[in-house]
T-cell receptor, first 115, second 110 residues
Framework: AQKVTQAQTEISVVEKEDVTLDCVYE???????LFWYKQPPSGELVFLIR??????QNEISGRYSWNFQKSTSSFNFTITASQVVDSAVYFC????????????FGQGTRLTINP | DSGVTQTPKHLITATGQRVTLRCSPR?????VYWYQQSLDQGLQFLIH???????AKGNILERFSAQQFPDLHSELNLSSLELGDSALYFC?????????FGSGTRLTVV
C-alpha cells in the first residue's frame, strides 16, 4: 500500500535561514508521481511541484528546490533564504500508476518563519 | 480561480443534521476526489469517482455518501452529523496526473 511520511510535524526558523522539509514514501509500483502542496493560513491548497518516478533530476524554482532520490524513497523540499510569507503547512503526496488515481498525503509539516 | 468550484464555502449545522456539499470539476476533468481535513490533520481520502462511476473508497464513514452526476459534478452527503465531522472538505478533479483542488467547504457542527 502507498504511504507518505513527513516526520517533521513543526519547524520554526528565523527569516533568511534555509530550511528542508523531509518526505519519505512507500509504494510497490514502479510508476508513480510525487507532489508538494502548500496550505497557507487562508486554507487553500497551492500546487508546488509534480515529479514522476522516471525523472530523478533535481529541480530548482527560484528559492525552492526539490531533491528526489529513489534509492532512499525520499522527495525533500528546500526553501532557501526563507521569508515570512513561506509560513504555511506543506504537504507531500503520492499517486501510483498512470491515469486517474487518488493522491495519498503525508501528515504535513507546519513551517513558521519568524521575522 | 482554480477551475474547481465548491459550494458552500462555509456551513454551520447542528448535530444530527444532514448536509450536502457540491463540487463542479474543472472543465474536461472526468475524475472527482473528496478529501476530509480535520483540525490540524492531514488530508484523508474519502472517495474517487471517474465519469460517474465509483473508482476507489477510502476511510469514508457509512453516514457519508457521494455520487457523480452525468454533467460530472459531484455531491458529498453527510448525515447524522457529529461534532467530530467538523472539518474542511476538499474536492479535487484530475486529468491524468494533473490535479486541481477546490477552495474547500468548511463544515462546523455545533
Amino acid at each position: 500500500a502507498q504511504k507518505v511520511t513527513q516526520a517533521q510535524t513543526e519547524i520554526s526558523v528565523v527569516e533568511k535561514e534555509d530550511v528542508t522539509l523531509d518526505c519519505v514514501y512507500e509504494t510497490r509500483d514502479t510508476t508513480y508521481y510525487l507532489f508538494w502542496y502548500k496550505q497557507p493560513p487562508s486554507g487553500e491548497l497551492v500546487f508546488l511541484i509534480r515529479r514522476n518516478s522516471f525523472d530523478e533530476q533535481n529541480e530548482i524554482s527560484g528559492r525552492y528546490s526539490w531533491n528526489f532520490q529513489k534509492s532512499t524513497s525520499s522527495f525533500n523540499f528546500t526553501i532557501t533564504a526563507s521569508q515570512v510569507v513561506d509560513s504555511a503547512v506543506y504537504f507531500c503526496a503520492l499517486s501510483e500508476g498512470q491515469g486517474a488515481q487518488k493522491l495519498v498525503f503525508g501528515q504535513g509539516t507546519r513551517l513558521t518563519i519568524n521575522p | 480561480d482554480s477551475g474547481v468550484t465548491q459550494t458552500p464555502k462555509h456551513l454551520i449545522t447542528a448535530t444530527g443534521q444532514r448536509v450536502t456539499l457540491r463540487c463542479s470539476p474543472r472543465s474536461g476533468d472526468l475524475s472527482v476526489y473528496w478529501y476530509q481535513q480535520s483540525l490540524d490533520q492531514g488530508l484523508q481520502f474519502l472517495i474517487h469517482y471517474y465519469n460517474g462511476e465509483e473508482r476507489a473508497k477510502g476511510n469514508i464513514l457509512e453516514r457519508f455518501s457521494a455520487q457523480q452526476f452525468p454533467d460530472l459534478h459531484s455531491e458529498l452527503n453527510l448525515s447524522s452529523l457529529e461534532l467530530g465531522d467538523s472539518a474542511l472538505y476538499f474536492c479535487a478533479s484530475s486529468y491524468g496526473q494533473r490535479y486541481t483542488f477546490g477552495s474547500g467547504t468548511r463544515l462546523t457542527v455545533v
